[in-house]
């Protein structure tokens, strides 16, 4: 065996090496949806009597789901293990879901053995709120890839939302201000009756229906697609390098557009006035558009846009 033989040997070698440690990590990274390892886990459950108008909520990978209360009475369920450690509390008029984690790296890696790094009870360890019908103040999530799932009947001044690669349900009303920040998560809901919202994602989509901000709308996203519907707003500003933007029954005094490639089409409540700035995109317009109309900007390298009225 010469030498450039043996070298690319080792070379290849430590490159297969790499890879499986590699692909290990992502797998156990996936393995930790909250649906256990091989520690155990214990369910604890706790009736919360103090009353609270803030939430502050932090996981992991365990999802987040809040239930209405049938009784009126709040409940807390979370999942213990050795390694991480749940602290809940009522302090200072805000309910604290806090955890801490005690994993090394190494704990991470998952090669798939059912049994020693899987777990084998496939039991979903949800981080579970039962909170009754209700107007609160300031609601804060913070989580890395769990799943938020906020139905229907809760009331929020403040909304704040911060994941990585968590999808966001959020079914609720937001009266203040909403702030959602994740890098691969999909926005799949939210209704915002109040000031303003801000939406940052790299690559998730972004859907946003029955809205009406006295504020600005921005949304900051580079491959995720922008759905809004029955939308009102002062002003809405969205940034985007390919996803493609849909607007229904949409009105506003001040519309900033930019994209690369993403297409654009917008049914339009209003008399508005477009100017569409392209390098190899398409424009077809058949809403008022006067001089005096709501501005509605829309800069492209090679998006269509696609105007008409509702």
Known sequence: MNKFTKAFLIAGGICLGAGIIVTGIAFG??????????GSYEKIDVTITDSFENLHIEEVSHDIKFVISEDDTVKVEYWDSENLIHDLKVDNDTLTLTYQNSKHWWDWINIGIPGITEPTDNVSHDTV?????????NLKINGVSSDVIIPEGYIFEDISIDTVSGEITCKSEATG???INTTSGNLNEISING????????????YISDSELT??????TTSGGVDLTDITAAATDINTISGDINLVNYASDNTSIDTTSGDIEAIVVGDYNINFDSVSGDQNISCNNVSDGARFTV????????????
Do not use: F, Q, W
């Open 195 to 206: 000031i303003s919202a801000t939406i940052h994602t790299v690559s998730g989509d972004v």
């Open 299 to 310: 800069n492209t390298v090679s998006g269509d846009l696609t105007v008409r009225g509702a």
């Open 29 to 38: 990274m996936a393995k930790r949806n909250g649906m256990g390892d091989a």
């Open 129 to 137: 709120i039962y909170l009754p019908e209700d107007e609160y103040k």
């Open 215 to 220: 504020g600005s709308l921005v949304i900051d």
């Open 177 to 179: 201000n909403v702030k």
